[in-house]
């Protein structure tokens, strides 16, 4: 994969800190399709940070979810 111009990469050591997550953790992320890497000339694997990113995002959506489930009066679902 070209990197996209403007594109920043991190270590999977700094996407695992950032997602508060374990490097296995990223792996599986990884081979899930949920977060973009790249090769870098020697061979390393360099996480995307647009994917990260997107990753955090779904994240938050997922706990914002949950929390209006537990508040009361939150959400109920549709046609409920």
Same mark, same amino acid.
């Given at each position: 994969?070209?990197?996209?111009?403007? !594109? $920043?990469?991190l270590?999977?050591?700094?996407?695992? $800190?950032?997602?508060?997550v374990?490097r *296995?953790?990223?792996?599986?992320?990884?081979?899930? @399709? $949920? /977060?973009?890497?790249?090769?870098?000339?020697?061979?390393?694997? *360099?996480? =995307?940070?647009?994917?990260?990113?997107? /990753?955090? *995002?779904e994240?938050?959506? !997922?706990?914002? =979810?949950?929390?209006?489930? #537990? #508040?009361p @009066? @939150?959400?109920? @679902?549709?046609?409920?």
């Open positions: 994969m070209i990197l996209p111009p403007g !594109e $920043r990469t270590l999977i050591d700094d996407a695992a $800190r950032m997602l508060d374990s *296995r953790t990223v792996y599986y992320r990884i081979r899930q @399709g $949920r /977060l973009r890497t790249v090769r870098t000339r020697n061979g390393s694997q *360099r996480v =995307l940070w647009s994917s990260v990113q997107a /990753l955090l *995002r994240r938050d959506d !997922e706990f914002d =979810l949950v929390s209006a489930v #537990e #508040e @009066g @939150g959400y109920t @679902g549709v046609g409920v």
